[in-house]
C-alpha cells in the first residue's frame, strides 16, 4: 500500500465530519496480526466507541493449508490468552543451540526463568482460526474477498478504494492501519537496457510522491519448511543448528510420542531450489548429514514448501499525515533465525490497540504508538539481522568466534538471561 496525498478541500472538518467516515478505525490484513488489533481494539474501545473495519482479500479458512509453523513466545501467550489460543500449540520446555562441525553450544531451559515454557509452537493456520473465531463475536465489521487499494490522504483521513466481487467502492476512514503483511521477495534481477529506459522516462515525468524509506537486506538465503517425523525425538526440546549453509530449526509439534518437528532449513536459493525437486526419501538423507543424528533418522517429511528470506523495515510505523500506522510484517520482514516476525508483530498491534483506545483515532495516538514501539524495533530487528548474518556466513574464523559465543553464554548466565529475555517477551512499554 503506497499512500498518496489528495486535496484537503473536499474533506469535511469540525462537527460535522463524523457522518462522512465510514469507520475510525480500517485494518488492512486479517493475518494473525491484523486478527489480533482488531480483536484487541474492539474489548479497549467501548469506552470510546470507536467503529472498525477489517478488510481482507482473503477468508481465514485459507490459511488452513499454509505451511509454516510459528515459535510463539511466552510473551506473546500472556498477550494472547485473554483473546485467543491455537487448540495445537506445543509447548517448548528447553532450547539447545549449537553448531554442525564446530566447539560450542548453549542451552536454555525453561526451569532457570521458572517459566511453564520459554515458548509454544503453532501452526500459522490455527493461529489464524483461533484469532478469527475471537474477532468474530464483536462488534468489527469484516469484509472478507475484498482487496485495498493505494489510499488517498486528506487533512483529516484516509479515503481508501476497496474491491469486492469486481465493484470498487472508497471506504473513509479517520485512521488506517497497514497489516498487509507479506512474505520478503528477492529483488528483480534489472538489466541495464532497462534501468536506462526506466531513467529517461522518470526523467520526461514529474517527480511521485515520496516513498516510505526501509532498511532491505537480501540474505541470499531460502528457508524450506515441513513437519518432519523423528525416529528417537525428545518432546518439548527445540534444536536450532548453525551449519556452513544456514541455520536449521527443528521446533516441537506433538504427534505419536512428541515424534513430529517443524523443519526450517535455511540454505542458498539454488540448494533450495534443488533440493525441492528431491524424493522425500533423498531430502531426508541430506537433512540428516546436514543435521546429524542428535535425535536418530528423520523417518518421513510432508508439507514442504520455500520462502525466500531477507530484512524489509520501514524506518517510521507512521505515515500519512500521522493517519496510517504500519503493523506486523508491513512494518518489517525478519529472517526466520530468532523466530521474532509474529512476535514483534503482535506487541505492535497490542502497543497500538492500547494508543488507540486511549487516545482515540487521532495522529496523536499514532504518534504515541511510535514512540512506544522504537526501542523494540530497534533491538529486535538489530539482533536478528546480526543473528542472521553472524551465523549464515561460512568462513573459518568466523565459526570459530561463534562457538566462543555460544560457549560464553553458557558461563554468562547475565548476558544468555538478557538475550533469552528479549527472545522470549522483547519490549513493551
Ligand atoms: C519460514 C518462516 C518461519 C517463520 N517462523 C516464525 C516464528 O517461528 N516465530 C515468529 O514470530 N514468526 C515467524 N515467522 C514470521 C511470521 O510468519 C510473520 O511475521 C507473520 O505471519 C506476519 O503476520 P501478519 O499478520 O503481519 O501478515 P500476514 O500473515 O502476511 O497476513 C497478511 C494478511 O493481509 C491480507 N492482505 C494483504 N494485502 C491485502 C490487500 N491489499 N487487501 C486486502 N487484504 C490484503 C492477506 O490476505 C493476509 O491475510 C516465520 C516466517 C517464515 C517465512
Redesign the pocket.
Same mark, same amino acid.
Not at 488492512?28 to 486478527?35: E, M, R, T
Not at 503493523?327 to 508491513?330: D, E, I, K, S, T
Given at each position: 500500500?503506497n499512500a498518496v496525498s489528495g486535496s484537503a478541500n473536499d474533506t469535511p472538518t469540525g462537527a460535522n465530519a463524523h457522518a462522512h467516515f465510514d469507520h475510525d478505525v480500517t485494518i488492512? %490484513? /486479517? %493475518?494473525?496480526?491484523?486478527?489480533a488489533l482488531a480483536g484487541w481494539l474492539a474489548r479497549r474501545s467501548a469506552t470510546q466507541g470507536l467503529s472498525i473495519a477489517l478488510?481482507?482479500?482473503?477468508e481465514p479458512e485459507?490459511?488452513a493449508g499454509d505451511p509454516? $509453523?510459528?515459535?510463539?513466545?511466552q510473551g506473546?501467550r500472556t498477550l494472547l490468552e485473554a483473546l485467543a489460543w491455537p487448540h495445537d500449540a506445543t509447548p517448548i520446555e528447553r532450547i539447545h543451540v549449537s553448531q554442525r562441525g564446530h566447539f560450542g553450544r548453549t542451552l536454555i531451559d525453561r526451569h532457570d526463568y521458572d517459566l511453564p515454557a520459554l515458548g509454544y509452537?503453532a501452526r500459522?493456520g490455527a493461529i489464524?482460526q483461533a484469532l478469527a473465531q475471537a474477532v468474530r463475536g464483536t462488534q468489527v465489521h469484516w469484509l472478507h474477498h !475484498? *482487496?485495498?487499494?493505494d489510499p488517498v490522504v486528506e487533512n483529516d483521513g484516509v479515503t481508501l478504494p476497496?474491491v469486492s466481487a469486481g465493484v470498487e467502492r472508497h471506504l473513509r476512514t479517520r485512521i488506517l492501519v497497514n $497489516?498487509? %503483511? %507479506?512474505?520478503y521477495r528477492t529483488p528483480p534481477q534489472r538489466d541495464a537496457q532497462a534501468e536506462t529506459e526506466e531513467a529517461d522516462e522518470a526523467n520526461t515525468k514529474a517527480a511521485p510522491p515520496a516513498a516510505e524509506t526501509k532498511r532491505t537486506r537480501d540474505y541470499g538465503q531460502t $528457508?524450506l519448511?515441513g513437519v518432519v517425523t523423528l525416529a528417537a525425538p525428545q518432546p518439548h526440546v527445540a534444536w536450532e543448528r548453525f551449519t556452513n549453509e544456514g541455520p536449521i /530449526?527443528l521446533?516441537p509439534m506433538g504427534g505419536v510420542r512428541g515424534a513430529d518437528y517443524a523443519l526450517?532449513w535455511c540454505c542458498s536459493p539454488a540448494q533450495a531450489e534443488r533440493r525441492a525437486q528431491l524424493s522425500d526419501a533423498d531430502f531426508l538423507a541430506e537433512l540428516s548429514v546436514a543435521f546429524g543424528a542428535r535425535m536418530g533418522r528423520f523417518t518421513q517429511i510432508h508439507g514442504r514448501a520455500a520462502?525466500p528470506?531477507g530484512l524489509n523495515a520501514l524506518d517510521a510505523l507512521v505515515s500519512g499525515h500521522g493517519r496510517i500506522a504500519a503493523?506486523?510484517? /508491513?512494518a518489517q !520482514?525478519?529472517h526466520?533465525v530468532a523466530? *521474532?516476525?509474529?512476535?514483534?508483530?503482535l506487541r505492535d498491534a497490542h502497543a497500538l490497540a492500547d494508543s488507540l483506545a486511549q487516545h482515540g483515532a487521532t495522529p496523536r495516538a499514532l504518534a504515541e504508538f511510535a514512540g512506544r514501539r522504537a526501542f523494540d524495533r530497534r533491538m529486535t530487528i538489530g539482533a536478528t539481522d546480526t543473528l542472521a548474518r553472524l551465523f549464515t556466513v561460512d568462513f573459518g574464523p568466523l565459526a570459530a568466534l561463534r562457538g566462543l559465543a555460544l560457549t560464553a553464554l553458557e558461563f554468562a548466565p547475565p548476558v544468555k538471561t538478557a538475550l533469552a529475555r528479549q527472545m522470549m517477551f522483547g519490549q513493551r512499554s
Open positions: 500500500m488492512v %490484513g /486479517a %493475518g494473525p496480526v491484523g486478527l478488510i481482507d482479500a482473503r485459507d490459511s509454516r $509453523a510459528i515459535a510463539v513466545s506473546s509452537v500459522y489464524v !475484498t *482487496q485495498a487499494h476497496v $497489516a498487509e %503483511g %507479506g512474505l $528457508a519448511v /530449526a521446533l526450517v520462502f528470506l503493523v506486523g510484517n /508491513a !520482514t525478519l526466520p523466530g *521474532q516476525g509474529l512476535n514483534l508483530g
